[in-house]
């Protein structure tokens, strides 16, 4: 756990992903809208916000490995290392779906988006969340994603249900994407 663990506007927070809220808080390089990814409308919402597709998929961040247990039963050990391996960037592996994730989130693909995120704010919120959660960049569909609390007001206004407090990481791009069965990097980092 960390310092913003205990923070008072991180606990808002996540009893607004609880309720069915959406949520803006900062990441590694970007801001980022998130929410409960068992809830279909909380979804909608985002897709809404976003203008995308329910085809493209969601990517979900957890704090740790272990949130993703029930999404990653069916990895070889070999693949569990890949993914529980320290990276060098923010890296979102494609895992194959095992059925255990909603459609909403998986979209047309046989696989799913995880990161373990190491940024504070986004971690705290998983932990109090107590599992993973949508992470998908603050930013309407082909418009520059929000490096800044105030750009994600610009982007939304009120119809967010919450910003969390905090500043985006040091990362200079969005994570990396690369496909976990093969190691082929989708979105250079």
Partial sequence: ??????????????????????????????????????????????????????NKGLILIASEVSQFESLLRDLSEQQRVLFSGKQSRP??????????????????????????????????????????????SANPQSLPAAATGHKVEDYFGEDIDFKAPGEIGEAVRESEIRDLLTGGVIRPG
């Fill in 91 to 136: 890296t979102t592996w494609l895992v194959p779906d095992n059925g255990r994730a909603p459609r909403w989130i998986v979209g047309r693909h046989t696989t799913i988006a995880l990161r373990v995120t190491k940024h504070p704010v986004a971690a705290a919120l998983c932990d109090i969340f107590g599992g993973p959660i949508v992470s998908t």
């Fill in 1 to 54: 756990m960390s310092e913003w663990s205990g923070h008072a506007q991180i606990i808002q927070a996540t009893q607004v992903l609880k309720n069915g809220g959406v949520v803006a808080y900062p990441t590694e390089a970007v801001w980022g809208l998130g929410c409960d990814p068992w809830s279909e409308a909380a979804v909608e919402k985002i897709l809404c916000l976003k203008n995308r597709h329910v």
